[in-house]
């Protein structure tokens, strides 16, 4: 573990900073800029604009869903990767260990397959 | 000051400024904003503490899927451009909340963690079988720790996770009921 | 395919980072800051020059030699656009997110190998030809490219517009959508290669075998979902133009729309290079070129990296020039219900395989093959077509009203149009049969209107 490891990440970090708010200033600064009522508006294919997004801007609760899934498995993931890393040094005890940690979070996510969490339409 | 120390409070000033920002802005979007940058200070306290897999993970799990999951939560349940939601009634109990919930996780890990220190400069044949230091926070020793030492804790996460799976499922209960309705109304269309 | 190890002392491992002087990390960073934007540039004009000839179409050739500065020109007319903030916008998140989505672009790319370690030409300075290197890796690149995620969702969100918010949440939903099914075929990767590390799994693939030949179902999963991560055809749902417009970038214009563009085009050399690390060899030589000694030495890596990554590029142009767009339900149907599925199941069977190995008592190749024959099967099994909960009853034949829904609608398959009405004189009509449903309702209206 050595910070030094970090200084050419902050580098490019900065770069990268430094070349996008040039380019956003660079927007605003070299294009023309005639005001337009209609132009300002948010985009309705030529209608006028409703006030809000659709529902009062709210949505599906599945995609709440996918988010929790998304977590979950997340989870799942960053503790398959030091479980894969030490792997060779675990042998059978940690497969047993994984196995039934990956069982729980299988069971879970039947549940939710069953209950429909997965379906889109 | 060494420069870790340095970079050290920089960031904790980083992390309790932004939290701040996160309850005390009246918009729910830009409070969840505000959350990132404390998160993301936080896992820049880990790497500092030589943590470096769990920083990283902080990034990935905190700042890339719990913060995406709060503002999906926040759009689903009511308009995200609203600044109404914010601010709440029972201010005092949620403040009190706060600082009580505060001063049990200060009691606790300074009283678990005190005088426990990780010696960075020793040299390996110094350690006497400990993980030498360039090891320390690594993938490797984190794995071989939470699969031999922190076993039950490692398990139980799991049924917490399943617990949260159902939860979710269970809060957004009317998604099979709709789909049953659907299917009532002949799938013809 | 084992690869001799001549080349062992120009190995860079953990221990060659972390020291280069000042100049060094700032030339070094420049040189990819540089290579990221100039093959941006170069691969706008690329897959539009390859979708072109797969259309039978030139593409663009009149900027520059082969057309090449089309894109450089492109930019050019985006910054002389006008700069348009929407009036319902939210101001402050509205032009940050454009640099949130392009800031972890550039990052990810401190810690890809791009060759072994070089000499700097005019010194003596040796360095490896990658930016930074960390134990962590792979997993960094994940936790910077999901920063990239708020850009997404910031931009559709402080526009204030229906498309974009739509947009966002899809593309957002897609992209956490398809990181699982990416980092669980990174588990058997670094289960063979013992590391996170870039450079370590570069390392572990010259003294083994590419990945790609004991994992190729792990590269499989990885390069769809490389697809759906990157929101490229055929799973580019976030922009499908007939139904949200541009998607999340609807109300951008100018250079904040041509940063959007340009943190995608990175994101796509992102992932194409990450493949390209962690199941193609990386940096090395493929096999007729590594029986020269030299193709693994000094600068000629970095072509053998650019080229592996462009096969890439060439995959995903060739992706959007030949298949349709997926629905949306099938697209996360894919994701959730076969990808991670047969990852979790691989993963464990070659974690089985992996533990028996090492704890030795059976023959390998025997288990090879009753492995590979469970793993088929497995694999076979994801494939059955899920049981429908209610099939839809058949349409009766000739039931068909085209008009049932007050608009004209085709029929379905099975479904059959009915006899086209038959136009009679308004005098003769009273004797004429009806085939038309609809008619039968309410004739007297029909003749009364006609009459």
């Not at chain 2, 400069?121 to 030492?149: C, K, M, N, W, Y």
């Amino acid at each position: 573990m050595d910070l030094d490891l970090y200084v050419p990440i902050l580098a490019i970090g900065v770069l990268g900073a430094a070349f996008a708010f040039f380019s956003l200033a660079a927007s605003w600064l070299s294009g023309p800029r005639r005001y337009n009522r209609a132009r300002l508006d948010s985009y309705e294919c030529g209608i006028e604009p409703t006030p809000q997004p659709i529902g009062g801007g709210r949505f599906q609760v599945k995609y709440f869903i996918t988010a929790m899934l998304f977590i979950v498995f997340d989870i799942e993931i960053i503790f398959l990767y030091p479980f894969a890393v030490a792997f060779d040094s675990l042998g059978w005890f940690g497969l047993i260990e994984m196995g039934l940690f990956i069982l729980t979070l299988v069971a879970a996510f039947a549940y939710v397959w069953r209950r429909g969490g997965l379906e889109w339409d | 000051m060494t420069p870790e120390l340095v970079v050290f409070w920089l960031l904790s000033v980083l992390t309790v400024a932004s939290a701040v920002m996160v309850v005390s802005t009246p918009h729910v979007v830009h409070a969840a904003l505000w959350l990132v940058v404390t998160l993301g200070a936080v896992a820049g306290c880990f790497l500092v503490l030589t943590a470096e897999f769990v920083a990283w993970v902080q990034v990935l799990i905190y700042v890339g899927a719990v913060v995406v999951l709060l503002l999906f939560a926040l759009m689903l349940t009511r308009s995200p451009a609203s600044t109404t939601g914010a601010t709440s009634r029972n201010r005092p109990v949620a403040a009190f909340a706060g600082f009580s919930t505060f001063g049990v996780l200060a009691v606790v890990l300074t009283s678990g963690f005190r005088g426990i220190v990780l010696d960075l400069d020793s040299q390996p044949d110094q350690l006497g079988g400990a993980a030498p230091p360039e090891r320390i926070g690594d993938t490797r020793s984190v794995g071989e720790a939470i699969f031999t030492h922190w076993v039950l804790a490692f398990e139980v996460l799991s049924v917490i996770l399943l617990a949260a799976l159902i939860g979710a499922i269970v809060v957004s209960g009317r998604v099979r009921d709709r789909d049953r309705q659907e299917a009532a109304a002949g799938g013809g269309s | 395919m084992n690869y001799p190890s001549v080349h062992l002392a120009a190995e860079p491992s953990l221990d060659a980072f972390g020291t280069d002087n000042g100049w060094v990390i700032a030339l070094k960073a420049l040189l990819v800051f540089v290579f990221l934007v100039v093959f941006t540039l170069f691969n706008i004009w690329f897959e539009r020059r390859v979708v072109a000839r797969m259309q039978h179409r030139i593409g663009p050739n009149v900027n520059g030699p082969f057309g090449l500065l089309q894109s450089l020109a492109d930019g050019v007319k985006l910054a002389l656009k006008e700069d348009i903030i929407p009036k319902s916008a939210d101001k402050v998140v509205y032009v940050v997110a454009p640099a949130l989505s392009v800031i972890p672009a550039f990052i990810a790319w401190a810690v890809i190998p791009l060759g072994p370690v070089v000499t700097i030409p005019f010194t003596d300075i040796r360095t490896p030809l990658q930016l930074t290197d960390l134990p962590v890796g792979v997993l960094y690149i994940l936790a910077v490219t999901s920063i990239g995620v708020y850009g997404i969702v910031l931009a559709g969100w402080s526009s204030g517009s229906t498309y974009a918010l739509l947009g966002s949440l899809r593309s957002s939903a897609q992209v956490i959508s398809y990181e699982v099914a990416m980092g669980l075929s990174f588990v058997t990767v670094f289960m063979y290669a013992g590391t996170m590390s870039m450079s370590g799994i570069v390392e572990a693939q010259a003294q083994n075998v590419w990945f790609i030949l004991p994992l190729l179902p792990s590269f499989v999963i990885y390069a769809i979902s490389m697809v759906g991560e990157t929101n490229r055809a055929p799973f580019d749902l976030a922009e499908a133009e007939g139904e949200l417009v541009g998607g999340f970038h609807t109300e951008y214009s100018s250079l904040k729309f041509a940063l959007f563009f340009l943190a995608e085009y990175i994101n796509l050399v992102t992932v194409s290079a990450l493949a390209a690390t962690l199941f193609l060899g990386g940096w090395r030589a493929p096999y007729p070129l590594s029986l020269w000694d030299g193709a693994n030495e000094g600068y000629w890596p970095v072509l053998w990296f650019v080229g592996k990554c462009l096969a890439f590029i060439f995959f995903f142009i060739w992706l959007r020039g030949t298949l349709p767009r997926m629905r949306y339900d099938q697209f996360m149907k894919l994701g959730w219900k076969v990808l991670i599925p047969v990852s979790l199941v691989w993963i464990f069977g070659v974690s089985i395989v992996r533990v028996i190995q090492n704890e030795g008592g059976v023959d390998q190749q025997t288990l090879l093959i009753i492995a590979g024959v469970i793993v088929a099967l497995l694999l076979a099994s994801a494939f059955i077509p899920e049981k429908k909960p209610a099939d839809e009853p058949a349409e009766p034949a000739g039931d068909f009203d085209a008009f049932a829904g007050g608009y004209p609608v085709p029929p379905m398959p099975g479904q059959r149009l009915p006899d086209p009405v038959v136009t009679v004189p308004a005098d003769a009509s009273q004797d004429q049969p009806r085939s038309d449903a609809r008619d039968l309702d309410a004739p007297t209206n029909e003749e009364q209107s006609r009459g």
